[in-house]
């Protein structure tokens, strides 16, 4: 049994990237692996699957905080299903409800925090959740924001997006790798490199540059343009809509940039976020 590895982000940030990256590398197959088989080896932290097995059957008839307050258990089952550490995507922030842990840190192993800009993500996420960007910054800077329960997940608790990026800030930084979504996308290179040496993953350069190039987001926007995305959101057309760092300049008006820079200021400052006068 092993410990979970977190993959950790805000909503919009580049989190399937990385588990496209990992999977393509770890599994180490000649065929790139495909979108809808990355929640095969990635686990998604709300599946209900999960919390099922951990009540022993049927959620129906359990209050919400009943639900919630199995997230231990199912997160203990996780790291149960395979002998060595399993990672597992999560967006929630590292907070509590119900008086219950979001993230179980007894069954925990580590994690990766991916950021990205949240000028970025504010066009992406109205795009994801059929928004328009003026109610995406409003979520964004939302302390309660959250998305409710569905058939196959759990409710996602995210907070405001500085509270989001604080709160990993939390996590211990012996065991936490953090990531930004920018360098991701204009220094690959190094940038998995540094994720494949953290997770003291042995592989060679030629398997990274493979991996980097199989999990491109060309190659998902193919893949889903052919077959679709399991995960894409039923407001959205697409779920790799650009995948582009900047987009911000050419889409966001002057008083949205303001409001957004107002609101996450610190936060955009400590990652090199804040646009330049």
Same mark, same amino acid.
């Given at each position: 049994m092993g410990g979970i590895i977190w993959l950790a982000s805000y909503p919009k940030s580049g989190n399937t990237w990385m588990r496209s990256f990992l999977q393509n590398l770890i599994v180490g197959q000649q065929k790139t692996v495909h979108i809808n088989e990355l929640s095969k080896f990635a686990y998604g932290d709300g599946q209900k699957f999960w919390f099922e097995k951990a009540a022993g059957g049927s959620l129906e008839g359990l209050s919400a905080e009943q639900k919630m307050k199995l997230t231990p258990k199912?997160?203990?089952l996780m790291t149960r299903s395979r002998p060595q550490s399993v990672f597992v995507k999560t967006h929630n922030w590292m907070g509590f409800?119900? =008086?219950t842990p979001l993230i179980t840190m007894d069954a925990t192993a580590g994690a990766i925090h991916i950021i990205r800009n949240p000028l970025d993500v504010s066009i992406s996420l109205a795009h994801? %959740?059929?928004f328009s960007i003026d109610e995406a910054i409003n979520f964004m800077g939302d302390l309660h924001a959250q998305t409710?329960? =569905? =058939?196959y997940k759990m409710p996602q608790y995210y907070g405001s997006w500085? =509270?989001?990026t604080k709160s990993w800030e939390r996590f211990n930084r012996d065991f936490i790798h953090r990531v930004r979504y920018e360098d991701m996308l204009l220094k690959p290179g190094k940038t998995f490199s540094n994720v494949?040496? %953290?997770l003291q993953i042995k592989a060679p350069k030629p398997a990274i540059a493979k991996a980097i190039k199989q999990s491109s987001f060309k190659t998902l926007q193919a893949q889903e343009k052919k077959d679709g995305f399991l995960e894409r959101s039923d407001k959205a057309d697409s779920f790799f809509r650009s995948g582009k760092a900047g987009e911000w300049r050419q889409v966001l008006t002057a008083d949205q940039v303001k409001k957004i820079t107002d609101i996450h200021h610190d936060v955009m400052e400590k990652y090199g976020y804040l646009p330049k006068a």
């Open positions: 199912a997160h203990l409800t119900y =008086d994801h %959740f059929g409710p329960e =569905d =058939d500085s =509270d989001h494949v040496k %953290f």
